[in-house]
C-alpha cells in the first residue's frame, strides 16, 4: 500500500517490478480496514472483569467467532500491502539481492519485538509510586532473598535492556547499515542474555536459593519462555510470502496457495506421528500440538520442565499451522496485484467483490469437504473463508472510500491503521506497565477495571430510575466490554498524538 505510514512499511515489499505497473496510488481504504483489524484485536485482547460477550472470544475448537477473523484479516493485509510496498522499494533497493535482504531483515524485526513483548516480565515486577513504607524500594524486580548479586544484576540488565531493544528496532534509520545491523545485534544480545539469566539461575539455586523462589515469568525463566506469538508469525508468514512475491508472478502465486494448503491438508490427515491418531483433528490429538509439544515442551512423569507454549491449547501459533497462514498472506497479495492494476476503480471493486464471494464459498465448501474451520490449527477452511470474508470487507471500504470518496467518517480508524504495528506494541506495553504501576495497594490496571465495573453500575442505576423496563446494564460482560472500549480508546489516543505529530513508526 502506497502510504507515508506504517504497516505498508512493517508488512513490506514484493512482487518484481516488471511484474507490476507503475502505478503505486495509496489506497486509503487499506488504512482504514488494517485500523478496523488492529482495533479490533486490541478490543477482543483486552477483556476487562467479568466472561467477554461470545461474539468477543474465540470459539471452543470448530467454528467461528467474529474474534477469530482479527488475525486472519490482519496477515491477509499484509499481503495486500507487499506488491504497493515492492513498487516503491524498487526505486532505492537495487536488484533482487538487496529487496530479499531488506525483506528477512523486516521479517527478523517483527519477529523480535514479538519475542522481546513476550520477555518484558511483570509478574513479580512493582514499580511503587505514591506513598511507601519506610524501606520499601521504588522499582523490586521479584521477591528474591538477600544476597544472590549475581542473579539480581544479570535480571536487571536482561530487563532493561527489553525496552531499549523494542526502541532500537522502531526507531528510524537513514543509514541502510544500520537498518540491517540494529536488528541482528538486538536478536544476539537478547538471547545471550537470556541465556545468562539461565545460567544465573542455575547458579543461584545451587547456591541456596529456595527451589519454590518466584522468578516471575519472561526473560527471567528461559525454561517457561514462549517462543511462539502473534508478531513472531507476522514476520515468519510475510518473510515467506514476501519472497514468493518476489520470485514469482500471479499464475505462480497461485500454484503456491493451492501447494501450501494441500501440503498443510495431506500432513494433518495423513501424516503419522508418535502416539498421534492419525488423520485426528481434535483439541487433544491433532498433528500441529503434536509436533508442537515435541519441539517446544519437554515432560517428565506428566510435568512440563521446559514449556515454550501458551495457554489451555498448545499453541494457536504453533509450527505447522504457520503453513496455512503464509496461504492466507499469499491471498492477500493476489488481491494487492488486481488492486494495482491499471484499471477503473469501480472495476477493480467489482472484481474484488465478486471473487470475495467465490472464495468465501469455497472456504465453506472445504468446511464439508476436507477440514472444519478452525483457527487454532488454522485450517485451508479456516485460510479461505476468512480470506473471503476479509476481500469482501476490503472491497465495501475500497467502494466507499476510493471509489466514492468518502473517508472523512474515517479518520480515527485511518489514526490506527496507519501506525498499526506501533499500535500493538504499545498496548502490550501498556498492559505490562499497568499492572507493574501501583499506587497505593492496586495497580493501574486494576484501578482502571473497577472505575470500568462502577461506570457500567452508575449508567445502569441513571437510566433505570426512568424506566423499570430498561435492561440491567450492570452485567459482567458489560462491564468487560467498557474496559476493552476504554483500553482501545487510550492506545488511539497515543496514536493520535504520533498522527499529530506525522510520525508513522516502520518496521
Not at 5 to 11: I, K, L, N, Q, R
Not at 24 to 34: E, I
Not at 108 to 117: E, Q
Not at 405 to 430: D, K, S, T
Request: charged fraction near 15%; aromatic fraction near 10%; include cysteine.
Amino acid at each position: 500500500m502506497e502510504t507515508t505510514g506504517p504497516v505498508a512499511e512493517s508488512t513490506p515489499a514484493s512482487v518484481t517490478v516488471s511484474q507490476t505497473p507503475a502505478r503505486s496510488a495509496r489506497l486509503v481504504s487499506l488504512d482504514v480496514f488494517r485500523g478496523i483489524t488492529i482495533a479490533g484485536m486490541l478490543l477482543v485482547n483486552n477483556p476487562g472483569k467479568g466472561q467477554a460477550y461470545a461474539a468477543l472470544d474465540h470459539a471452543e475448537w470448530n467454528g467461528w467467532t467474529p474474534t477469530d477473523l482479527v488475525f486472519p484479516f490482519f496477515l491477509f493485509i499484509v499481503g495486500v500491502a507487499i506488491p504497493f510496498s515492492m513498487a516503491r522499494r524498487s526505486a532505492t533497493l537495487p536488484g533482487r539481492g538487496a529487496m530479499l535482504g531488506r525483506i528477512w531483515i523486516r521479517a527478523l524485526s517483527l519477529f523480535m519485538l514479538g519475542a522481546l513483548l513476550h520477555g518484558f516480565s511483570y509478574s513479580g515486577v512493582r514499580l511503587n509510586l505514591g506513598e511507601r513504607a519506610a524501606g520499601t524500594p521504588l522499582l523490586t524486580l521479584g521477591a528474591l532473598p538477600d544476597g544472590f548479586l549475581l542473579l539480581k544484576t544479570v535480571r536487571a540488565v536482561a530487563w532493561g535492556m527489553i525496552p531499549f531493544g523494542m526502541v532500537a528496532l522502531l526507531a528510524p534509520y537513514r543509514s541502510r547499515r544500520m537498518q540491517w545491523s540494529v536488528p541482528v545485534f538486538v536478536t544476539v544480545v537478547f538471547y545471550a542474555l537470556m541465556g545468562a539469566v539461565a545460567l544465573a539461575n542455575r547458579h543461584a539455586f545451587a547456591n541456596g536459593l529456595p527451589g519454590d523462589t518466584n522468578l516471575g515469568g519472561g526473560i527471567f525463566r528461559p525454561g517457561l519462555y514462549r517462543i511462539p506469538g502473534i508478531l513472531q508469525r507476522i514476520g515468519a508468514c510475510y518473510g515467506v510470502a514476501a519472497t514468493l512475491a518476489l520470485f514469482f508472478g500471479t499464475r505462480m502465486l497461485v500454484v503456491w496457495l493451492v501447494l501450501l494448503l494441500s501440503t498443510y491438508s495431506a500432513l494433518m490427515l495423513k501424516c503419522p506421528f508418535k502416539d498421534h491418531v492419525t488423520g485426528s483433528l481434535t483439541r487433544e490429538d491433532n498433528l500441529g500440538r503434536k509436533i508442537d509439544e515435541a519441539v517446544f515442551d519437554r515432560w517428565e512423569n506428566g510435568k512440563a520442565v521446559r514449556k515454550h507454549t501458551y495457554g489451555h491449547y498448545p499453541d494457536p501459533e504453533g509450527l505447522l499451522s504457520t503453513i496455512p497462514a503464509i496461504g492466507t498472506v499469499v491471498l492477500g497479495i493476489l488481491v494487492g496485484l488486481g488492486l494495482r492494476r491499471d484499471r477503473p476503480a469501480a472495476e477493480r471493486c467489482a472484481r474484488l467483490l465478486a471473487w470475495g464471494v467465490v472464495v468465501t464459498l469455497l472456504g465453506c465448501g472445504l468446511d464439508k469437504w476436507l477440514m472444519p474451520v478452525n483457527k487454532s490449527i488454522w485450517t485451508p477452511s479456516f485460510a479461505m473463508f476468512c480470506g473471503g470474508l476479509a476481500m469482501l470487507g476490503l472491497g465495501t471500504l475500497f467502494y466507499v472510500i476510493d471509489v466514492l470518496g468518502r473517508r472523512r467518517w474515517a479518520l480515527p480508524l485511518v489514526i490506527y491503521g496507519m501506525n498499526a504495528i506501533a499500535a500493538f506494541i504499545a498496548a502490550g506495553m501498556v498492559v505490562r506497565l499497568g499492572i507493574i504501576v501501583h499506587v497505593g495497594k492496586d495497580s493501574l490496571v486494576t484501578r482502571a477495571q473497577e472505575t470500568a465495573v462502577e461506570w457500567v453500575g452508575g449508567v445502569a442505576a441513571w437510566l433505570q430510575q426512568f424506566s423499570s423496563h430498561i435492561p440491567n446494564l450492570a452485567t459482567g460482560a458489560n462491564e468487560s466490554l467498557a474496559y476493552a472500549l476504554f483500553f482501545v480508546i487510550v492506545v488511539g489516543l497515543l496514536m493520535s498524538v504520533l498522527y499529530v505529530c506525522r510520525i508513522f513508526i516502520k518496521v
